[in-house]
């Protein structure tokens, strides 16, 4: 699919170095970074979907690492470079606009929210930090100290904690009617 192929990429990487065609080699290598992207964990899906998860589930990482690997056994053959495939900037360039709409979504949310808060008020603010820090405090040290899934518990106790209440209508109806009578 637009000139791209699991195997023969993963592979015809090894060969291409062990014959000594780099110019080949690092467009094929491209290609396969690309296919091979890492998750935060670590994990490379592509190869690990195209393993048995039961039996071998690190063979296509494990194949990634051996065409890498490969020294050339015969004398370099003087190349050129081939020119990335158009493929490797489309990727590239989708990761980026994900990862930077993934930044820009918390910061909108933000945005709404606080635009929305002159709604509601906080009884007792500085008793409600107080109160959260604390529990944050304690969610730290009881993760590292204790137990993780009770660390996160506490955790998500600290954020769903703050209690607000909405003003009412009424209030702000009669504030109206004092200005409109004055006039």
Known sequence: MAGYGCQPIAFGVGAARANGRM???YTMSALALVGAWRL????????????????????GEAGLL???????VVPQIQQSKKAIPLLVYL???LAIVIGLLLLLSPIME?????TGIERYTIPLLSLQL??????ILAAVLIYFEHDMTTGWLVLLGAIVFP?????SNRHRSTKNKHCFSQS
């Open 91 to 93: 990727v590239i360039t």
């Open 66 to 72: 051996f065409s890498f690997s490969r020294m050339p």
């Open 23 to 25: 110019g080949h080699a």
């Open 130 to 135: 107080a109160f959260r820090a604390l529990l």
């Open 40 to 59: 935060p964990d670590g994990t490379l899906p592509l190869p690990r979907l195209l393993s048995d998860l039961i039996d071998a589930p690190y063979v």
């Open 110 to 114: 933000i945005k709404r929210v606080w």
């Open 163 to 167: 209690i607000s209440k909405r003003r």
